[in-house]
């Protein structure tokens, strides 16, 4: 089943069509405004993976090597990349989210209790 991506160039945003057939006509439009002024893009490909080959992928150690528990930068990598590989997007607040979290870590340190 072909997916085909239109960028808006009214609103500049991207929309998906999905076909059931390549044979199947698309009439083109913003999924978000209506704008009817779309052009095609490429899209990204996607590999689909089974659950045991994303778990065998996570389980594999050189993925935490470059992990420094005490930098919020290389957990926030790790964490991506692990996100990526169960095929999750981890959202515009991650950043704020593992901030806070580091923040609140910070303010309850051992040497505090």
């Given at each position: 089943?072909?997916?085909?991506?239109?960028?808006?160039?009214?609103?500049?945003?991207?929309?998906?069509?999905?076909?059931?057939?390549?044979?199947?006509?698309?009439?083109?439009?913003?999924?978000?405004?209506?704008?009817?002024?779309?052009?095609?893009?490429?899209?990204?490909?996607?590999?689909?993976?089974?659950?045991?080959?994303?778990?065998e992928s996570l389980l594999?150690?050189?993925?935490?090597?470059?992990?420094?528990?005490?930098?919020?930068?290389?957990?926030?990598?790790?964490?991506?990349?692990?996100?990526?590989?169960?095929?999750?997007?981890?959202?515009?607040?991650?950043?704020?989210?593992?901030?806070?979290?580091?923040?609140?870590?910070?303010?309850?340190?051992?040497?505090?209790?």
């Amino acid at each position: 089943m072909p997916i085909y991506e239109y960028y808006c160039d009214t609103c500049k945003r991207p929309s998906s069509f999905m076909l059931l057939r390549t044979t199947e006509e698309v009439n083109p439009y913003c999924k978000t405004c209506g704008s009817k002024e779309v052009r095609r893009i490429i899209s990204r490909v996607a590999v689909l993976k089974s659950e045991e080959k994303r778990m065998e992928s996570l389980l594999d150690p050189s993925k935490f090597s470059d992990l420094d528990e005490n930098d919020p930068g290389s957990i926030e990598r790790v964490v991506r990349r692990m996100g990526r590989e169960l095929g999750d997007e981890l959202g515009e607040g991650f950043e704020e989210s593992m901030e806070g979290a580091f923040q609140e870590e910070s303010a309850t340190s051992p040497q505090d209790l």
